[in-house]
């Protein structure tokens, strides 16, 4: 049986005015430019995500979390950021777009706890698991075990996605929607670290699956 | 709780979260080094502080995996919050 998740996030909130503005705002320029295209894994994968859920894609440049945007079009996102983006000047913008700083150096626990109530308030956070843009040769790098963490303590499933660029200014993006990974269904309780890292791999098998979706030729 | 009580309630968490380091974990010291010694990453870290949580009911407050050098500092933290 599906689980409930609670979602209680309001449909107008002042929290969401800036968000909302520019994601309303970008819609139409961002739709004639990206011209997206979705793919779906399975059946399963193309249910609307509700409630708390952790979503994590390719990262290949800067412009990746509008792209994720996009994918996931109808909800709004958290996106784990690294803490040097908050020590900008464009830290309002990272604030108004309910970012959360993590420090990559030295990951504390009030970035974990922070992360794992949203998710459990029932939003959507999103996080690159490579921790980094990758070389850009279309290899993902290894992916780190944190995210797996992050979705045991928050008791939500994982939603993988791959967004496959634009490589010239003409082409469409892709994006690959996979099927949501339930791992309390799976483990009922938090499984031991060998298993933890075991599942970071078994993930990003995941992700190279879909991206040999996203650039598999149409029928 | 004294200190030899932690350090043995510990080794019970390492061993329940991560039983490919058992004889090092087994073997450990207060001056064990969790990251040199001990082989911590800083999500095995995140992975101790939840366990050691759940497990003695005590609450981290906004630490870095860095903080923790050693397992003796883990165990004089673990005895403030008990306190």
Redesign the interface.
């Known amino acids: 049986m599906e689980q409930k998740r609670p979602n209680r996030a309001k449909l107008f909130s002042l929290r969401y005015l800036v968000y909302d503005f520019v994601k309303a705002s970008a819609a139409l320029p961002g739709m004639i430019w990206l011209r997206p295209r979705w793919r779906f894994e399975s059946k399963a994968a193309r249910k609307f995500i509700r409630g708390g859920a952790l979503l994590i894609a390719n990262h290949s440049g800067f412009f990746d979390p509008v792209n994720v945007m996009f994918a996931v079009w109808y909800r709004r996102h958290h996106f784990v950021c690294s803490r040097e983006f908050f020590d900008s000047k464009a830290r309002w913008w990272f604030e108004r777009f309910m970012c959360i700083p993590i420090?990559r150096?030295?990951?504390?626990?009030?970035s974990?706890r922070e992360i794992t109530d949203e998710l459990r308030n029932g939003a959507l956070v999103s996080i690159f698991p490579e921790g980094h843009i990758n070389d850009g040769s279309g290899d993902l790098s290894a992916f780190?075990?944190?995210p797996v963490?992050i979705a045991l303590?928050g008791k939500v499933p994982i939603v993988p996605v791959y967004v496959r660029p634009k490589e010239r200014f003409w082409n469409r993006v892709t994006f690959v929607i996979g099927e949501p990974i339930d791992l309390i269904a799976r483990y009922g309780r938090?499984p031991?670290?060998?298993e933890?890292d075991a599942i970071a791999e078994e993930l990003h098998r995941k992700e190279e699956a879909l991206k040999q979706i996203a650039y598999q030729k149409r029928r | 709780m004294s200190r030899t009580e932690i350090i043995e309630k510990l080794k019970e968490i390492l061993l329940a979260a991560d039983d490919r380091n058992r004889d090092k974990v087994l073997a450990c010291t207060e001056d064990s080094r969790l990251v040199a010694d001990l082989g911590f990453s800083s999500v095995s870290m995140l992975y101790m502080v939840i366990a050691i949580e759940e497990e003695m009911n005590i609450r981290f407050d906004n630490v870095g995996a860095s903080d923790f050098e050693t397992l003796g500092n883990v165990v004089t933290y673990i005895e403030a919050k008990l306190k």
């Open positions: 420090d150096q030295n990951f504390n626990f009030g974990l780190k075990s944190g963490l303590q938090r031991p670290m060998s933890i």
